[in-house]
């Protein structure tokens, strides 16, 4: 375990993480740190995230996924492309994930066939979390995806989720629910990429046909160790600085 550790907290040191100007993603947000409770469901935008949190998880385990998705998202955005170089940036967003603690299954990507000429990326989510989550995980994720839905255009939380997560023709995100189990995060991912040439600002919910976007899929299980990742929180922490204010956001579920 020593050895481990030891590994982890040299990898997080050697991770460079990209410069934002600071005032524009607290123009977004208003510089409102994220609510975390415990025991109580929630969901947030976690730059080109969404993660949900079924009924049963401490604030500290909330915070933990939090912090180590949004490192592994922005140190995979510092070494590659997020939506030219997509392959090689889930590859190191996954060994990010590995590195300070994640056990995860292999992010294996398949290309999404509509079973129309139409369908909703919203619905693929929760076609392709059913596979590995609960209805009640999904019945969360489906609440904080109809929350973000109900925001306006102009709103914090839509616009860093925009901004982070699609271009106008191609786009590249996550959509997580976790719960808590024999004292550990255990997190339901589904991974996605597209290209399109149907552009949209809320393409969850836009209805494309079939032939004008490719969409590119996986769903992976992935469970928290917290022996490890307890020795290097506070390392993540001070890592991120004050990205973990500027490109995390609540949603009302």
Known sequence: MDAKVTAASQFIASLELPVYESLLRRSILGGAKPTLKDDQKAGYVA????????????????SDVLNSTLLAQLAANKKYDREKDTKEWYGFYRTVLENVGWVAQAFNFQK?????????VDK????????????????????????????????GPLVLWDSSSHSASSGNFQIATC??????????????????????????????????????????SMTLNEDVYSQVRQQVIDKLGDRAQQFVADLDI
């Open 47 to 62: 730059d080109g995230s969404l993660v949900s949190f079924v009924a049963g998880l401490a604030a500290a385990h909330k």
């Open 112 to 120: 999404y066939h509509a079973s129309g000429s139409t369908f909703t």
């Open 179 to 220: 719960v808590e189990s024999d004292s550990n995060v255990v997190m339901k991912n589904g991974s996605f990429y597209f290209s399109t040439s149907q552009s949209t600002s809320r393409f969850l919910w836009f209805s494309y046909s079939s032939s004008d976007m490719d969409l590119y899929k996986a769903g992976q």
């Open 124 to 155: 693929v989510v929760v076609e392709i979390l059913a596979a590995i989550a609960t209805e009640n995980e999904i019945a969360v994720v489906t609440e904080t995806m109809n929350a973000l839905k109900a925001l306006s255009s102009g709103s």
